[in-house]
């Protein structure tokens, strides 16, 4: 079967021991019948669970106590028969039931421990399979055996590099000549240990159907995923900025690969019994998907004896039916993107966590500037950017440090992501900052944070380093906390000659943290500047709706969301759509002939106006796509 993952579902299904009423209310064709019924094209479902239970008759596994039908094998069937494409789940990096059996296979830390020092109640983190034992072998004839079942896919779930002692890992580690004492190097052992699995598990999977390896890094691991699957319940541990900073980079990654956001329905995360968030709140998801040109794929629980919630799919197919009826349009469509933030390579030191406040920052902030942005890497061509962004931390490589002397449009750099000479020819006495605060005089104010960078010298400064009268410290009789700005000694806080700048503070860091508008109005006058005409202006949205502009095969799609996540204690929570009232205006470069919105096409009030297209929005509840022919 060929199959797309346009419209899927992710089943996360873990059923612990003891629940004695396994499928009573539900079988494979009711599961199929109902995603039948929510329009789902693709599925994720359970052939081996981390609790270690099997959903099948295996003879290498445990099957789940009590079972004796098939669901896995019957699933697939009943699937197929309705035209839905599905991947079988088995999670590789945890099985606790054949570790009960199977001490020899678990991972052990560094201070020889089988169980890591974590609440076991909660965290299935708790006890790992080591990739150096007998475990390896195991999960590939598992696999093999799944396979056997003929679905359309392999998912393997929690593939995430961890240090390991044991005794083979120590004795690999020894022939390799690495210091089990250097805790970087134990750790890259054990990612270079994961690259050499999934080599093989592709070798294994691939020639005859789709492979996803989840290991919380497709940067380190993407050359492996037969699509990529974007990992994001933003209500959980991701937050609301997680997926605007990777999405973008992601179809850079893997161009041409299905690109699939795998969001959650639960009002909190994994694992959450306890409700599904409110119809807006997945709606949203879905918006983001569809803005990025993602396929969404809602992450869903099982009831082991219910099976799949019934008012939830009915909202699943509300939604799904929304997506289908836009595919006309969004299929096919491309990301234009004008500017680029720059990303650091992933290292094996950052595999668990490429993603930083910087990059996240910066995203947020050229979503509220309506800038349609890609995320690359130095690797990646910077062909018809007009500007690029170096938020904060980049490391500035020979390589990038040629690739940018040869680009030809803007460039826009912050803190460290900085080297003498090259693009930053106008600035001297380049030094790490040291200072515990530091201070930028802007306008008729004198502004400041703690996030610092490098202290420089240029005599294109358009923006004086303010120093502090202090550092915080303690000398016996104050702790000296209060920090004020006293002034300057020569040194710049944002320098700028011709088409580049250079601001010495991790603004984006900053900005992720405080949301200071101050720190968002020094980009913003460099951008103003620096980019005057961009693809989409306007300033009667309010900055936390969200834009974006996609090159469709009739027509662009404008595409826009005006429904906001409240703060609420450290998560977002979207539990209504946000109602922009009608007459607000928007502008995209180029001359349109008809703005429509869609999918039912209804004209939209535009006029041509100094070579842009002037829409005058409708009443929007939570999103609108508009489609622009010329
Ligand atoms: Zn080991």
Redesign the pocket.
Known sequence: MKTTMKRAVHIDFHTMPKIDDFGANYGPVDLAEMLADAHVTYVNIFARCNIGYSYYPTKLGTVYPGITRDYLGEAIAELHKRGIGVTAYINGGINHELMNHHQEFI??TKDGRLYDDVDKATNHYFRMP?F??GYREYLFDEIREVMEKEPDGIFVDCMIPKP???S??LRKMAEKGIDPNDDAAAFKFQVDTLYEVFSQIHAIVTPKMRLYINSKSNDWFSEFEGHIELECLPTYSWGYDFFPAQAPYYRNLAPGKELVYMTGAMVTGWGDFSGYKPDAALECDVYDAMMYGYAPSVGDLMHPRDGLNRPLYKQVGKMYRYVESMEPWTEGSEALAEAAILRNKVTSENVLNPVTASDKGAARMFCEMRINYDVVDEDMSFDGYKLLLLPDNIRITEKLKAKLEAFQGAIISTGTSIADGGVWDYITDIAPDTNTHGFFAWGDQVYGQKYMGVKMKSEYSVSDYVEPYFNTHWDGFHGYFYVPPKSPKGCSAVAKKGNRAHVCFRLFAAYMEYGALFHKEVIETLINEFLPERLVMTNELPTSSRVTLRKGTKGELLQIKVSVPEHWANRGVINEHTVLPAGRKISVMGEYASVCSLPDETPVKSWIENGRTVIELPEITGFLPLLLKK
């Open positions: 991972k052990i080591c150096n034992s390991c002692y044991c083979n890992c």
